[in-house]
């Protein structure tokens, strides 16, 4: 059997978005390792940097593993960046949320991160990095 041409296309996208995920982690754990971090630690510490969160919530929304999350958030409560505090909604399920030495590693990733952006922005035009977010949003809804 065949794919379709827009079948094709799909099996493109998906297989570029894999590489262009795998960029984007080396380049994160690049700049993550400025302060220390990796991009996981990053990426847990982006889910509840404006609100604390369980460990099954990052997860969720991440769409990562539970258990790859949990690894992650002990590592960092370890390191006292993260810190778990009770949930008053669920007693079993404790929230996660950053420490001050946390928020400052957050603030300063904030600044990397920012530059880091808006220097490969530059690079790319504006029209179709647009297409390509409503294109993965798009992608997203579909499959959840």
């Keep these: 059997m065949n794919h379709s041409p827009a079948g094709k296309i799909f099996t493109d ?9 795998g960029e984007l982690l080396v380049a994160g754990n690049k700049l993550a390792s400025k302060q220390g971090l990796t991009s996981s630690k990053w990426q847990v510490m982006g889910a509840i940097d404006s609100s604390p969160q369980t460990v099954s919530e990052i997860a969720r929304v991440m769409g990562l593993a539970r258990q790859s999350v949990q690894r992650t958030a002990d590592l960092l409560v370890k390191e006292s960046i993260c810190e778990f505090i ?52 798009s992608l997203i809804n579909i499959l959840q």
Excluded: C, Y
């Design 13 to 21: 996208l998906v297989l570029l978005t894999f590489r262009a995920n």
């Design 86 to 137: 009770l949930n008053p909604s669920h007693k079993n399920s404790q929230l996660l949320q950053l420490t001050a030495t946390g928020k400052k590693k957050m603030g300063n990733m904030d600044k990397l991160q920012i530059a880091w952006a808006n220097n490969l922005a530059g690079n790319l035009p504006k029209a179709e990095m647009t297409t390509a977010v409503k294109t993965l949003k």
